[in-house]
């Protein structure tokens, strides 16, 4: 996300991206975190924010797309949210199983360089990641993933979803899905044919970046 928010600090706005527990640290962090634990990180970083700042646009990346979801039902009074290839639905169906597994497997495989989704074949360089899969913190994330979909029809705030058809981590219907139940009268369905699943460092990510700050300056108050 550091590109995104890069290019939104130099159109002058004020950006805070958090770095949520159990990221950039280790895998072993990572399942011994639970959900509460990034949503209380999100509400703090909400809240600073607000100190300074009349109008807040909230937007994450897949998960953090759940954590956005999950903020603007709490806070109708967002200017707006953005969300990235969002996880309300996942393709591969085996992770429902990581109730059980994580019991078993600690840490499960990364996937292979070759397996990317992404068609810049300069992208993989722009993302960090751990080598392995921990199991726990994935299942607090099918946790969260529950919970969102439990309160989305209460997300009234102005809404753009960025989907790309390549995207080999949500399911093909995981972004309609998003739009379909969003209560939000305000929103947006942006379609991307030549990225990946971190559609916001791939081949399509400038214009991403331009859509996002079109749609906060058409919904911010002068």
């Not at 992208?123 to 994935?138: L, N, S």
């Not at 972004?175 to 081949?203: I, M, P, Y």
Request: net charge positive.
């Amino acid at each position: 996300m550091r590109l995104l928010g890069e290019h939104l600090h130099s159109q002058g706005l004020a950006v805070s991206a958090p770095l949520l527990p159990g990221h950039g640290t280790t895998p072993q962090d990572l399942n011994r975190v639970r959900w509460l634990d990034w949503v209380a990180t999100a509400e703090g970083t909400l809240a600073e924010l607000r100190t300074r700042c009349q109008t807040v646009f909230v937007g994450g990346l897949s998960m953090g797309a759940l954590l956005t979801l999950d903020l603007a039902a709490r806070h109708p009074d967002l200017g707006g949210i953005a969300l990235y290839s969002p996880a309300l639905k996942l393709r591969q169906k085996s992770i429902f199983l990581l109730p059980l597994v994580r019991h078993l497997v600690r840490q499960w495989p990364a996937g292979r360089p070759e397996d990317t989704d992404l068609t810049d074949p300069e992208a993989p360089a722009r993302i960090w990641h751990y080598d392995t899969f921990p199991t726990t913190g994935a299942n607090e994330l099918l946790k969260l993933l529950r919970l969102v979909r439990g309160e989305i029809k209460r997300v009234r705030v102005p809404a753009i979803i960025f989907y790309a058809t390549l995207d080999k981590m949500i399911a093909p219907d995981a972004a309609r899905l998003t739009f379909n139940k969003l209560g939000s009268q305000d929103k947006e369905l942006v379609t991307l044919h030549n990225s990946g699943h971190c559609l916001t460092v791939d081949t399509e990510r400038e214009a991403v970046f331009a859509r996002t700050y079109g749609f906060i300056l058409a919904h911010t108050k002068t």
